[in-house]
């Protein structure tokens, strides 16, 4: 029979080796053999600092385990290398905060009960500096600095870290429908968490997945390489992630009191604008219209332009031609810069597609804007576009969305035009029904053209513009 202090030794070298075996010494409730999906956490976790990858982005229903594993993941990093550099990020200070002080408390617990292991046990030569134990922010012997907490909103000045933790920065739904917010934490992630980071670093962002533009959203689409680990509450085949956290008869329970979105992106990393985002899908063509000679079938070639309100928004200027009351899209042009640029650039596009007939909104400043294109026109040596303004009056909302089905049903696009118009696609695809959305310029604009073919938009026709006499597939 193997001694007990032998088998107790060896457990305590195993766990300092493995994770998922330090794991089951801290919290052997909790880390059990029977909970494989968190075995393949800690495995994965583990593998990925041992690794040569930068970015792991973790997405997991609540009350799994996640911050736990964060918490325990920050304590075994610091046992293997006392040197190591750590800092966490959270929803707001007192989060923060309160993983700080569970890592900080489990390196420092003291062993009063025999038969229950501490840090100390396993890594007896790890310990608190004396004198720098601050909740946010504490040290190891024999260093400067090793863990800094914060939040958006707070600081980071004067530490250096090899180790970015990010744990849960959403914490409801209001925060998911909110581009702004969403935006905000990620000029805090690249602009203060990111500076902090030293030469080997690595991020693991470990959270529900809200929204496709939350930071794992955004993470992932910055670092196409970066490891992802998603696990769902309701697995694939009917099957519980882990009963013993959370039963089927739960699961259904909770999810009958939540909005089908909410509860998506819950339990099962869906985003929840993939829910609430007001245009579903898109008409694609691969080739314009044509009779049987190969010559276009459009009747009109046409344009709507919504100019820049603000400072913060878009120019958004698209041209379509006509068919049998569909809208083909053949050009967009969507920018933030200044007029002195889109006035030409938009004048150069009108004459290069032929375009018979340009609309643009003459609300704040649209109009002098119409009046300098027809001029940047007759520089090119055309009068073969008629400009019209007009000024929109109607609630801009209640347009978009009273127009969406039109939008889908009757609005083409090429096949590429997702990378053709990145910015313009990504405005109409994360566009919501509900909540705050930081611009709605590539919606109103595409709104505009539906008005247009549906006789619901009047428009103004200045006296100076020469009227196009032509067709416009007459030369």
């Known amino acids: 029979m193997v001694d007990p202090a032998i088998r107790r030794a060896a457990r305590m070298e195993l766990a300092r080796r493995e994770f998922w075996s330090y794991c089951k010494l801290m919290a052997p409730d909790f880390y059990r053999e029977d909970r494989p999906y968190l075995k393949e956490l800690c495995t994965r976790l583990q593998a990925f600092c041992e690794s040569d ?3 792991l982005v973790v997405n997991m229903p609540p009350r799994h385990g996640k911050s736990r594993t964060a918490v325990l993941l920050s304590q075994w990093l610091f046992g293997r290398d006392p040197s190591e550099q750590i800092m966490t990020g959270s929803y707001n200070e007192t989060l923060s905060t309160t993983f700080a002080r569970s890592v900080r408390d489990g390196i420092a617990e003291e062993a009063f009960d025999p038969n229950r292991t501490v840090f100390s046990d396993i890594f007896p030569h790890t310990r608190i500096k004396y004198g720098e134990a601050a909740a946010g922010k504490w040290a190891l012997e024999g260093q400067y600095a090793s863990y800094l907490a ?35 934490q990620w000029q805090w992630f690249t602009d203060t968490m990111l500076s902090r980071t030293e030469t080997g670093y690595k991020i693991i962002i470990i959270m529900t997945r809200w929204a496709t533009n939350d ?47 909410i509860a998506s992106a819950n339990y099962q990393q869906e985003p929840i604008d993939l829910k609430g985002r007001l245009y579903s899908s898109f008409k694609i063509y691969t080739d314009i219209p044509r009779d049987e000679n190969g010559k276009p079938l459009f009747t009109r070639i046409s344009n709507y332009t919504d100019t820049a309100d603000q400072g913060s ?6 041209i379509y031609g006509e068919y049998n009351h569909e809208a083909y899209v053949l050009d967009v042009y969507y920018t933030k810069a200044p007029m002195e640029a889109t006035e030409p650039e938009t004048a150069r596009r009108l004459a290069a597609h032929s375009c018979n007939v340009a609309r643009i909104e003459s609300n704040n400043g649209g109009r002098g804007f119409a009046r ?23 609630n801009k909302i209640a347009r978009i969305l009273t127009n969406a089905t039109w939008v889908q049903d009757h609005i083409y696009f090429p096949a590429n035009w997702r990378d053709r118009w990145p910015e313009y696609a990504k ?49």
């Open 53 to 55: 990858r930068k970015v």
């Open 313 to 318: 928004d878009f120019l958004c200027s698209i």
């Open 427 to 475: 405005a109409m695809q994360s566009y919501q029904k509900e909540g705050k959305n930081a611009h709605d310029d590539a919606p109103d604009a595409t709104t505009g053209i539906a008005e247009r073919m549906t006789g619901k938009q009047q428009v103004v026709v200045p006296k100076t513009t020469v009227p196009s006499q032509q067709s416009y597939w007459k030369r």
């Open 215 to 261: 930071l794992a959203g955004r993470a992932l689409a910055h670092w196409p390489d970066a490891e992802h680990i998603t696990m769902k509450a309701l697995q694939d085949d009917g099957t519980m992630l882990c009963d013993a956290v959370l039963t089927r008869a739960d699961y259904d329970d909770k999810v009958r009191t939540m909005s089908e979105e």
């Open 150 to 184: 914060t939040s958006p909103g707070g600081t980071a000045t004067g530490f250096g870290a090899r180790k970015l933790i990010i744990d849960d920065l959403i914490k409801k739904a209001e925060e998911a429908f909110n581009e702004n917010t969403l935006e905000k």
């Open 372 to 394: 300098n294109v027809e001029r940047e026109l007759r520089v090119l040596g055309t009068n073969r576009c008629r400009i019209e303004w007009f000024h929109q009056s109607e």
